[in-house]
């Protein structure tokens, strides 16, 4: 399971989803989506900004957490 840990960047810096989308351009549903693991797809763009805005690496706002049920 991939899983955004967006929410804790926001909690570091003290920031709202709102001001988050208006500091970066993203709509504010895709970063309610990306907050809360609803998400699909993560445009290349997006991981672009999100590492650019929070000077950090996508090991920072994304992980990888196996899932035992998957049987893999």
């Known amino acids: 399971m991939i899983r955004m840990k967006l929410h804790i960047k926001l909690a570091e810096k003290r920031l709202t ?19 809360t693991d609803k998400f699909k797809t993560i445009p290349r763009e997006h991981l ?3 590492c650019r ?8 706002l994304i992980e990888y957490i196996p899932d035992p049920t998957d049987g893999l």
């Open 53 to 60: 805005f929070f000077n950090c690496k996508i090991e920072d």
């Open 17 to 35: 989803q709102k001001q988050l989308s208006e500091l970066t351009g993203i709509r504010l549903p895709t970063i309610s989506a990306y907050c």
């Open 48 to 50: 672009n900004i999100l």
